[in-house]
């Protein structure tokens, strides 16, 4: 059993940049396979990040370049660098945990606001 608790979240401009953090709390976290997703109003909920246990990374297309995901296996948090952001990146931003050997045990967060305005 994983809780995930996401942070970091607010109101930023076109160009400008912010890291979402989201912590951990319960089994080993360094078995799991950890992701952001994000969920912009009237639209699916879309990946945009994966990091497994070994530091392998996977972006979606429309964030390569920009975003960095990141993990601290001893904190128990991963984390997303935004840089370079576009009013198309607002959205809720969902924490996303999948135990590596049982791919059925699938955890979300809370989700925090990111909003990109001038």
């Known amino acids: 059993q994983v809780e995930l608790a996401e942070s970091g979240g607010g109101l930023v401009q076109p160009g400008g940049s912010l890291r979402l953090s989201c912590a951990a709390y319960?089994?080993?976290?360094?078995?799991?396979?950890m992701g952001w997703y994000r969920q912009a109003p009237g639209r699916e909920r879309e990946l945009v990040a994966t990091?497994?246990?070994?530091?392998?990374?996977n972006y979606a297309d429309s964030v390569k370049g920009r975003f960095t995901i990141s993990r601290d296996n001893v904190q128990y948090t991963v984390y997303l660098q935004m840089n370079s952001l576009k009013p198309e990146d607002t959205a809720v931003y969902y924490c996303n945990a999948v135990h590596s050997w049982y791919p059925n045990q699938v955890y979300w967060g809370q989700g925090t606001q990111v909003t990109v305005s001038s």
């Open positions: 990091i497994s246990s070994g530091g392998g990374t």
């Open positions: 319960g089994s080993d976290f360094s078995i799991y396979v």
